[in-house]
T-cell receptor
Framework: NAGVTQTPKFQVLKTGQSMTLQCAQD?????MYWYRQDPGMGLRLIYY???????DKGEVPNGYNVSRLNKREFSLRLESAAPSQTSVYFC????????????FGEGSRLTVL | GQQVMQIPQYQHVQEGEDFTTYCNSS?????IQWYKQRPGGHPVFLIQ?????EVKKQKRLTFQFGEAKKNSSLHITATQTTDVGTYFC????????????FGRGTSLIVHP
């Protein structure tokens, strides 16, 4: 039982390049989330998907897009990376939006030069 | 929107000393959760509090939820080096999207 799997774990991009962070969960959870973590800033919500077929903006959505491909997978895309997007990105899932603990992936460390 | 403030940002303690981190929400919460993140790791769920005035214990860790359901605390008795990490609270509001809002975390450094 893998839980929440994120790929890649590390990535270096140049300004203006694009990339997609992949996330998959095998717990049959309805809700999935993307957070970014920066020093001293805690975990800030980028986008979330309450259930398959829906996505909504979180606190810091600018510069990102998401796709809920199916119930298992929720990807985060950077269309034109900027140095301000250098961060650690965490995907998480929970049984539902309004209840239950969040299960986090191991994180993806992204550096934009 | 809902805000969750967490203090202190950092706390240095000698091994064996106690540690407390506090969370305060700008709005009433339906529940609050606590997570621990070890250095280089990912957040891991510790506990959820739901009821007004609720107190829960996990070995040396004591979690409290305020009577007004707007504040919470985590207290560690007699810290150990294994307690090192960042502790986050995450509160769910009583209306709207029910998405957990995280505090900025308290980093605990334990000196042997």
């Amino acid at each position: 039982n893998a839980g929440v799997t994120q790929t890649p774990k590390f990535q270096v991009l140049k300004t203006g390049q694009s990339m997609t962070l992949q996330c998959a969960q095998d717990m049959n959870h309805n809700s999935m989330y993307w957070y970014r973590q920066d020093p001293g800033m805690g975990l800030r919500l980028i986008y979330y998907s309450a259930s398959e077929g829906t996505t909504d903006k979180g606190e810091v959505p600018n510069g990102y897009n998401v796709s809920r491909l199916n119930k298992r997978e929720f990807s985060l895309r950077l269309e034109s990376a900027a140095p301000s997007q250098t961060s650690v990105y965490f995907c998480a899932s929970s049984p539902t939006q309004g209840a239950g603990e969040l299960f986090f992936g191991e994180g993806s460390r992204l550096t934009v030069l | 929107g809902q805000q969750v403030m967490q203090i202190p940002q950092y706390q240095h303690v000698q091994e064996g000393e106690d540690f407390t981190t506090y969370c305060n929400s700008s709005t009433t919460l339906s529940n609050i959760q606590w997570y621990k993140q070890r250095p280089g790791g990912h957040p891991v769920f510790l506990i959820q509090l739901v009821k007004s005035g609720e107190v829960k214990k996990q070995k040396r860790l004591t979690f409290q939820f305020g009577e007004a359901k707007k504040n919470s605390s985590l207290h560690i008795t007699a810290t150990q080096t294994t307690d090192v990490g960042t502790y986050f609270c995450a509160g769910r509001g009583t209306g709207g999207s029910y998405i957990p809002t995280f505090g900025r975390g308290t980093s605990l450094i334990v000196h042997p």
